[in-house]
T-cell receptor, first 115, second 109 residues
Framework: GAVVSQHPSWVICKSGTSVKIECRSLDFQATTMFWYRQFPKQSLMLMATSNEGSKATYEQGVEKDKFLINHASLTLSTLTVTSAHPEDSSFYIC???????????FGPGTRLTVT | GQNIDQPTEMTATEGAIVQINCTYQTSGFNGLFWYQQHAGEAPTFLSYNVLDGLEEKGRFSSFLSRSKGYSYLLLKELQMKDSASYLCAAMDSNYQLIWGAGTKLIIKP
């Protein structure tokens, strides 16, 4: 099956610093990648959708200057949380899919804690 | 608007059968997905239905009725490891997934 990796799996950073999370599709070309955030005991919240080589489309309420997304190749997307604050502490999950089949395959997630 | 409804929580007994229902309203429809998510982990893909009917995959089956905007996930011979949240998601006309809030399934011995 399709494999998506995510790095790091967990990170602790100080308030005001920036953190970069990588998402890679290992055995397929990810024409579209998605970034989600999930707070404890809550559902997935889509943050943004990115297609390779184009700018990400952000969901309403998600600050694009704070959450920088780059999808430079068909196998790699990055999410940078800039000037992180404690309220940004969450579980960040990426997923990827090719054009068809349509199922999204999820990375293992990155647990971010901002102190 | 677009909406997915599924029960918040269900409880079942080890070895039994449980059916998790999902109703959806989307702008266009390109299929219905079920994912399993264990606590603290990312979701894993279970099934995809785009045509009406039942798709069986081992102990798990998924059903779709497009005319009713309805799907269910059927889990047979429940095992303790099946304790997880089950997420229903419908794909709209833009091929975007609209997610339900998830159903937490608790399995008791």
């Amino acid at each position: 099956g399709a494999v998506v990796s995510q790095h790091p799996s967990w990170v602790i950073c100080k308030s005001g610093t920036s953190v970069k999370i990588e998402c890679r599709s290992l055995d397929f070309q990810a024409t579209t990648m998605f970034w989600y955030r999930q707070f404890p005991k809550q559902s997935l919240m889509l943050m943004a959708t990115s297609n390779e080589g184009s700018k990400a489309t952000y969901e309403q309420g998600v600050e694009k200057d704070k959450f920088l997304i780059n999808h430079a190749s068909l196998t790699l997307s990055t999410l940078t949380v800039t000037s992180a604050h404690p309220e940004d502490s969450s579980f960040y999950i990426c997923s990827a899919r090719d054009r068809e089949p349509w199922e999204q395959y999820f990375g293992p997630g990155t647990r971010l804690t901002v102190t | 608007g677009q909406n997915i409804d599924q029960p918040t929580e269900m409880t079942a007994t080890e070895g039994a059968i449980v059916q998790i229902n999902c109703t959806y309203q989307t702008s266009g429809f390109n299929g219905l997905f079920w994912y399993q998510q264990h606590a603290g982990e990312a979701p894993t893909f279970l099934s995809y239905n785009v045509l009406d009917g039942l798709e069986e995959k081992g102990r798990f089956s998924s059903f779709l009725s497009r005319s009713k905007g309805y799907s269910y996930l059927l889990l047979k011979e429940l095992q303790m490891k099946d304790s997880a949240s089950y997420l229903c998601a419908a794909m709209d006309s833009n091929y975007q997934l609209i997610w339900g809030a998830g159903t937490k399934l608790i399995i008791k011995p």
